[in-house]
């Protein structure tokens, strides 16, 4: 898995690897100084490349954008409004 970045408590983090839990995900987050655990339940927003346009965006984390690959303007577009 290629790493990326969450938002957490308004701060930027970058996750180096994803395990999968029972009840959701819990992220390693490198940040200077060291590392944490984090459950998915504390992410707020998900840096997101777009399958469509290729555009980086924030996105909420847990919404159907991080499943359907679109950001919010193609969904639009996608979706006919």
Do not use: P
């Amino acid at each position: 898995m290629d790493a990326y970045k969450v938002k957490i408590d308004h701060v930027e983090y970058e996750v180096e690897k994803t395990l999968k839990e029972t009840n959701g995900y819990v992220f390693l987050v490198e940040f200077a100084g060291g590392s944490q655990w984090v459950d998915e339940d504390d992410t707020r927003e998900v840096l997101f490349e777009c399958d469509e346009c290729g555009r980086e965006t924030w996105v909420e984390a847990g919404t159907w954008a991080l499943n359907r690959g679109f950001c919010y303007s193609c969904n639009c577009d996608y979706e006919g409004g």
